[in-house]
């Protein structure tokens, strides 16, 4: 009988101290990402006919490439008006994705075409076309390696030649994060669009750990959008370290602070 009540007593610790523990790494993983909203501090044109997919600063000018079959494009973009100072299109087989500096090549990376684009990054003048086993769809750089999202939970870490050399999977609160798309490298950290969302998340580059999620709903006001109008997609930090986001075909590009939530 006595033995009965110890062995009901030690289950009920059991369940309660496995319980506790439960709690105790929820509260943990849940205290690891920091959740921000945004303020906007200021507005500029941005092309409507841009379909979003790469977004980036180098010395000074402000990059875009675009997406969709028969207007994808590479272009060097005038922050002030939005429109673009230089407009290469690609040919309509290829659906532009994401692109970055790195070196003297600007690489741009397409979706299910299986290859990618260099250019020279100071004559704009295409050099190559290299195979690239995987969905194109963000990219950024560290300054020694190209980081590229296809879409799943995975970062991919690449050399110049575009070769992998690691693949980091990313989680939040331990559950991998899919839909990672347009990417920028902010103080030692990614930043990743989630597609089809209106979060932003910030991702350790050596853990896969979201660190931080952006929320970012709202932003592009209901008068502003039109039946075009789709997902927010476009991160890019210039050389001060000033935060702009923009849309697929977007009305506005906005420079951004964060906002502790
Ligand atoms: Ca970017």
């Known amino acids: 009988m006595l033995s009965l009540l110890f062995e009901s007593m030690n289950r009920a610790f059991q369940i309660f101290f496995s319980g506790l523990l439960g709690l105790l790494l929820c509260t943990c993983s849940g205290a690891q990402v920091t959740r921000y909203g945004i303020k906007v501090l200021q507005e500029y044109p941005h092309d409507t006919g841009a379909y979003t997919q790469g977004l980036f600063f180098h010395d000074g000018v402000l990059y875009e490439t675009t997406g969709q079959y028969g207007s994808s494009s590479l272009r060097t973009v005038d922050l002030e008006s939005g429109k673009p100072l230089t407009n290469q299109r690609f040919g309509r087989k290829y659906f ?10 600007l690489y741009i990376l397409t979706w299910t075409n299986k290859v ?4 020279n990054a100071t004559t704009l003048k295409y050099e190559s076309t290299v195979s690239y086993p995987r969905e194109g769809w963000g990219l950024t750089t560290d300054g020694k ?3 590229a999202s296809d879409g799943s ?3 991919y870490f690449l050399d110049g030649d575009l070769k992998l ?12 994060l899919r839909n990672l798309n347009e990417l920028e490298w902010i103080d030692g950290k990614v ?29 592009l006001p209901a008068k502003l959008k039109t039946r075009d109008t ?23 590009l906005y420079r951004i602070e964060l906002v502790r939530q």
């Open 230 to 252: 789709d997902v927010l997609n476009g991160i890019a930090v210039d050389g001060e370290g000033n935060i702009y986001i923009t849309g697929k075909n977007w009305p506005r």
């Open 145 to 147: 390696q190209l980081i």
């Open 191 to 219: 930043w990743a669009n989630v597609y089809l969302t209106d979060l932003i998340v910030v991702i350790d580059p050596a853990s896969g750990k979201v660190e931080a999620a952006i929320n970012c709903a709202g932003l």
């Open 116 to 119: 990618a684009f260099k250019y």
């Open 153 to 155: 939970a995975n970062l």
């Open 165 to 176: 050399l690691r693949r980091q999977p990313v989680t939040l609160e331990g559950r991998p």
């Open 96 to 105: 532009g994705e994401g692109s970055v500096i790195l070196g003297n090549t």
